[in-house]
């Protein structure tokens, strides 16, 4: 299934989002660097349960770049705005690495959030270069790519949506890397304990980049929230995404 694509805008900074399936709305976050598009097959199997809306997170991918520096606050914003314009009603939202805490700062904002997915998410302080977080993310992400016929059809984009990112932020890459880097690295913890709504916390138990001890402490800051512990590394989603749309399908239908 091809999805569909459109544009949204708020405060002059927009951005393309891509939308597919039937049934209820998930609003996928996906992680830094690269947008959307290299993880098509997710968004083709959670299609086949949802409909999925799944923005490119500015400055990242084909997103407009920031004229300022923005904040998991600003992030909030911006999604919780792209939630009202579309008329999202009892959305479900699934934080991908980077997009969790934008995932985490858009759901203690909007009242239509009814349930949130949070995968190898950032929240918890911490202090890993983010040199070596996104080369083993990038890295990771090619070798799955190129290791099976299915995932060459990823690599492509993704080499895409880089080269993008490196055209767009050729005089200021390094001032988008530090700003990322101080967002990660001071965390969101505070906002955790504001989350109201059911919870589900999924990280891969060899994931070098953000380990999964740091899903045990977020566990302990979100009130009821629920872990599950799966094989594989940062980027299992792009290897089983079967399992990921099974493991959410079964969460947001227990009411």
């Known amino acids: 299934m091809k999805p569909n694509e459109y544009f949204f805008e708020f405060e002059n900074v927009k951005t393309r989002y891509l939308r597919l399936g039937k049934g209820d709305p998930l609003l996928f976050l996906h992680g830094a660097i690269l947008g959307p598009d290299p993880l098509h097959r997710v968004l083709e199997k959670l299609s086949e349960k949802f409909e999925v809306f799944a923005p490119h997170i ?22 919780d705005h792209f939630i009202n314009q579309l008329n999202l009603k009892k ?24 349930k949130l997915i949070l995968n190898a998410s950032v929240g918890i302080s911490n202090q890993t270069p983010l040199r070596k977080m996104l080369g083993v993310t990038f890295s990771d992400f090619t070798l ?42 001071k965390g969101i913890e505070s906002d955790l304990a504001k989350i109201k709504v059911p919870t589900l916390i999924l ?19 979100i009130k009821g929230a629920e872990l599950r512990i799966v094989d594989g590394g940062h980027s299992w989603i792009q ?17």
Not at 92 to 111: D, H, K, L
Not at 149 to 171: A, E, M, N, T
Not at 203 to 221: A, H, Q, R, S, Y
């Open 203 to 221: 990280w891969g138990k060899k994931d070098f980049v953000l380990p999964m001890e740091i899903g045990f402490k977020m566990k302990e800051k």
């Open 239 to 255: 290897a089983r995404p079967e399992e990921l749309t099974d493991l959410i399908y079964e969460f947001i239908s227990k009411g």
């Open 91 to 114: 959305v479900a939202i699934i934080g991908n690495s980077f997009g969790g805490g934008v995932a985490v700062a858009t759901t203690i904002r909007n009242n239509q959030v009814s």
């Open 144 to 185: 799955r790519s190129l290791k099976n016929s299915s995932g060459k059809k990823d690599f492509w984009p993704s080499l895409v949506d880089f080269v993008i990112l490196l055209k767009k932020h050729l005089f200021s890459l390094k001032k988008t890397a530090l700003s990322i880097s101080e967002m990660v690295q």
């Open 58 to 79: 500015p400055p990242f991918g084909r997103a407009d770049s920031l004229a300022g520096k923005w904040d998991f606050d600003d992030y909030g914003r911006y999604f």
